[in-house]
């Protein structure tokens, strides 16, 4: 088992940027890939940025590459996601999540993922 705790989340201006952070215990966590997903009112849980165990491997969602960065620190056991040049669109409660297995690659697959936080909200105003 796995445990995620995600902080950062908040109320900021289009333009603006917010650093989320993922704190894990449990599970060994430096053997795990990671990701972000986020789900917005009404729209299902959506793909934003994964990154591998050893952090070299790192995917995004067409839709944040290039304003949003994904790292880890394994030594703190956190995974962070930098969102920098927020828009309206990126509203939404944002989840970091584990993948299942030691060492695989990233994953954009929900599916892929078997351990989950409980979520933060990030509200872009416009």
């Known amino acids: 088992q796995v445990q995620l705790v995600e902080s950062g989340g908040g109320l900021v201006q289009a333009g603006g940027s917010l650093r989320l952070s993922c704190a894990a215990s449990g599970r060994s966590f430096s053997r795990s890939a990671m990701g972000w997903f986020r789900q917005a009112p009404g729209k299902e849980r959506e793909f934003v940025a994964a990154i591998s165990w050893s952090g070299d491997t790192t995917y995004y969602a067409d839709s944040v590459r290039g304003r949003f960065t994904i790292s880890r620190d394994n030594a703190k056991n956190t995974v962070y996601l930098q969102m920098n040049s927020l828009k309206p669109e990126d509203t939404a409660v944002y989840y970091c999540?584990?993948?299942?297995?030691?060492?695989?690659?990233?994953?954009?697959?929900?599916?892929?993922?078997?351990?989950w936080g409980q979520g933060t909200q990030v509200t872009v105003s416009s």
């Open positions: 999540a584990a993948r299942w297995g030691d060492y695989y690659l990233p994953s954009m697959d929900r599916a892929d993922f078997g351990f």
